[in-house]
């Protein structure tokens, strides 16, 4: 097991499990969890990347820890909006546009909704306009933008410059940006002002007010005892704040990542933001699976994908089937599974088929 190289002080008590798919980094991650233990008054904090995964390690947690360790699984996107909630009291004290009403969660269809009415003015006059796009994919992509600025913990009030830089010229005026910004600043404000909440409000509400105050920090290392997650590489930026915090108190942690991950590159997810925790702890890099595994043929096929016209040298454990139809490929398809499965080379739960 050997520590990053940091100017920073390494938590013993933290660690980064790295490694590619199926190489075991969620077994360890629950031994980590049976060895350590937990007070039932005092849970681990236990992050999966999303809903889907989260039941699945929940699953599994019982089975190796029976009652002796307390877990609390969650995901990143329920984990802030629970606690946004929950302590909506104190954010009320923190801030004069937040009210003391109970706050309401917004549907992506009400806040479709909500969001035009207000925005009516300027979808109207043009302001809110790009030449092709209907007015709902204006609203649509508008509330994207503060979503995702949210999740990687950019401020509202910067959301006009990184759309200059990163859009083409060619696709609106740099104003339309402007007006943009100015069109959140106002949904953000007239949101809050009614308690109304939506994922992208309660992202930037979390890393921007509710984790900085000294009192939630408290609070938060109150209720549990140390923190896991598995997969961090499919998580949003503002997830490495919390993470953060952890290692800091030098509470027990735990960070699974695989660097072949990134599968939600793109929604929200900011493998780079992640990466550096590893340096604040110990690091143990996990072998590739065992040799009957696709895992290690991954980055060639990455290769293969991204060059179409290249002719690969596939090795004898893959098989090629070509066709000219999409039809005549679904078929050959099922008939290739189907002739391994009647032959025994593998079982119908071992087989994944990707499209």
Not at 192 to 208: A, N, V
Not at 318 to 330: C, D, E, H, K, Y
Request: include cysteine; aromatic fraction near 8%; hydrophobic fraction near 45%.
């Amino acid at each position: 097991m050997a520590a990053g190289s940091t100017n920073k002080v390494v938590n013993s008590q933290a660690h980064w499990i790295t490694g590619p798919t199926r190489s075991g980094k969620t077994q360890q991650l629950i031994e980590f969890a049976s060895e350590i233990g937990a007070p039932q008054r005092q849970p681990l904090l236990i992050f999966a990347a999303n809903g889907d995964n989260r039941m699945m390690l929940a699953e599994r947690l019982p089975e190796a820890l029976s009652d002796r360790v307390a877990t609390f699984t969650t995901s990143p996107a329920g984990f802030i909006q629970d606690e946004i909630i929950l302590f909506w009291p104190l954010l009320v004290q923190q801030l004069d546009t937040v009210q003391a009403q109970f706050p309401l969660k917004l549907r992506p269809e009400n806040e479709q909704v909500l969001a035009t009415e207000l925005w009516q003015p300027r979808l109207t006059d043009g302001r809110l306009q790009v030449e092709g796009w209907r007015e709902s994919r204006m609203v649509r992509r508008t509330l994207d933008f503060l979503q995702l600025a949210s999740q990687a913990g950019v401020p509202t009030e910067e959301i006009p410059a990184m759309l200059k830089a990163g859009m083409p010229g060619s696709l609106a005026p740099a104003v339309l940006w402007d007006n943009v910004g100015e069109a959140l600043v106002d949904w953000q404000n007239w949101c809050l002002q009614r308690g109304f909440l939506t994922y992208g409000i309660m992202s930037m509400l979390y890393w921007q007010h509710l984790l900085p105050i000294r009192q939630y920090q408290l609070q938060l290392f109150a209720r549990f005892r140390g923190v896991l997650a598995d997969d961090v590489d499919e998580y949003p930026a503002i997830s490495a704040a919390i993470f953060s915090k952890f290692i800091e108190a030098k509470r027990p942690c735990l960070l699974t990542y695989n660097p072949q991950g990134k599968v939600r590159l793109g929604l929200g997810a900011d493998p780079d933001a992640l990466l550096p925790l590893a340096a604040r702890c110990q690091v143990t890099e996990q072998n590739l699976p065992t040799a009957n595994s696709l895992g290690k043929w991954g980055d060639a096929f990455a290769q293969w994908i991204e060059d179409p016209l290249a002719i690969p040298a596939l090795p004898n454990e893959v098989s090629l089937l070509q066709a000219t139809s999409r039809g005549q490929i679904l078929r050959i398809t099922a008939e290739a599974l189907a002739r391994a499965i009647e032959s025994g080379q593998a079982q119908p739960h071992e087989i994944a088929v990707i499209g």
